[in-house]
């Protein structure tokens, strides 16, 4: 697994290039947080709210659990699937997954808003392919 | 990718040689399922519960959503990570995975659990190693 040093490449990412017309799971690893993000829950109920926007999606549900000493999970259930983000603020460490399943997507618009937002100094994002059957990505689904 | 032909081999695993010791992320596809089931978010909310007691892990929170004119996300909060579920009836598809940080894990017990009571009749099951600093796993957290 290569870990990559931060850099701000938020602004680099183009809307149009990175449209996901694919069902993608996301796996970061972030190094070298804040460590004072990463304890704070309401921060990151927000963050993750914003993530999930920044990918397209719209966020259905939130939870999220405070630890003690420590350390925070905050999950959003999306019409599109998920993301969740577990912290453990002591070693200054975070992992991530946004799952994401339909079109328009851009889950690496969030990945590299969560790099940033959490001032990760490192980071490995591995990104995997689904593979749902093909009729998946012509339901359309209503939200009730 | 490899697909595999839906086996009973829950009662095979010995919950001894199965111990996890790591962080682990499973990604499991679920293909020719039972679509009444997955259409089911009472069922499934009750399945993701069994499952993580399975897996040993500890249900701090857990919701769902029912969409239209089918399909369910549910997600289980544990206190070792989650387990997510999502389903596509119409394809007799659902999308699984299992996140698990901490000793004495059995995310493959929950898995298989699921293949079974699902009536999976093809799989894949992808089993990622995460990748958080040793100290992790020295931690101890109490939940409040």
């Known amino acids: 697994m290569e870990i990559y040093k931060k ?3 938020l602004s680099s990412f183009s809307h149009d290039q990175k449209l996901s017309h694919q069902s993608k799971h996301l796996l970061l690893e972030l190094y ?4 004072e993000k990463l304890n704070d829950e309401s921060f990151l109920r927000c963050t993750l709210n914003r993530a ?3 990918a397209n999606a719209t966020v259905l549900n939130l939870i999220s ?3 003690e000493p420590q350390g925070v ?7 599109e699937s998920h993301i969740s983000i577990h912290t453990w603020p002591e070693s200054s460490y975070s992992a ?10 851009l889950p690496e618009i969030a990945s590299q808003y969560l790099i940033e937002i959490l001032r990760a100094e490192e980071y490995s994002l591995r ?4 593979n749902p059957p093909a009729a998946v990505f012509k339901q359309i689904r209503k939200i009730i």
Chains 1, 2 share one sequence.
């Not at 999970?73 to 019409?79: E, F, G, S, V």
């Not at 990104?127 to 689904?130: C, G, K, L, S």
């Open 127 to 130: 990104v995997i392919d689904r």
């Open 96 to 105: 991530v997954d946004i799952f994401t399943c339909g079109q328009n997507m």
């Open 73 to 79: 999970t905050a999950i959003a259930l999306l019409a």
């Open 32 to 35: 070298g947080c804040d460590c």
């Open 7 to 9: 850099k701000p490449i």
């Open 65 to 67: 659990n405070k630890f």
């Open 52 to 54: 999930a926007k920044l």
